[in-house]
């Protein structure tokens, strides 16, 4: 019978050139740190994006 490999280790430690905020709508929006363009917007929960820093502010 197959089996399933070992688990990779993952991230390890923050997403690079990436940063958070909360939108005025409540939601939370990523945005790319070199240029400043707004890259997604997490709708499904309020839960941060994982692994993405947080703007202060």
Known sequence: MAKNGEPGKGRAGAVKGR???KGPNGNWIKRDADTG???DQK???QSPFKG???EKG
């Open 19 to 21: 940063s958070q905020f």
């Open 37 to 39: 363009r707004f890259m």
């Open 43 to 45: 709708t499904s929960g």
């Open 52 to 54: 993405v820093r947080r």
